[in-house]
């Protein structure tokens, strides 16, 4: 297996444009994640593995956390989040997909989620 390539040169200005401009379910989420504070876990934010950039990622953890919205809930994007998620997965990542919705109406049972995937 070939070891993934972390944060791409080309890919440096979208990810600084998708941190400036991120969904009110990402700010709202990263507020919880940021700081080391669940379990002392450091995430990023829009952090590209290979060519794609996830919304959270957790290296100590190999774990990547991906929020959906209402772009995500049709068959054709609903395709391609499970490819992409199947990729990642293939070369040593968890993936927790979450709706935008349920970060907003159910926090704790999408930290204790995050918390429960821990590998240690």
């Not at 990402?26 to 829009?46: M, P, S, V």
């Not at 209402?70 to 992409?84: G, K, Y």
């Not at 349920?102 to 049972?109: G, I």
């Amino acid at each position: 297996m070939n070891k993934p390539d972390h944060n791409k040169k080309n890919l440096k200005d979208l990810r600084k444009e998708l941190r400036r401009n991120m969904t009110s379910a990402e700010a709202f989420l990263w507020n919880e994640l940021k700081d080391n504070k669940i379990e002392g876990r450091k995430f990023r934010r829009q952090h590209s593995i290979n060519n794609f950039i996830v919304d959270f990622y957790c290296a100590s953890e190999l774990l990547i956390i991906e929020l959906d919205g209402q772009a995500h809930l049709h068959p054709t994007a609903e395709e391609n989040d499970r490819r992409r998620d199947r990729i990642l997965e293939g070369i040593g990542f968890k993936v927790l997909r979450f709706e935008n919705k349920m970060v907003f109406e159910n926090l704790e049972s999408v930290l204790k989620e995050i918390r429960d995937n821990f590998r240690g």
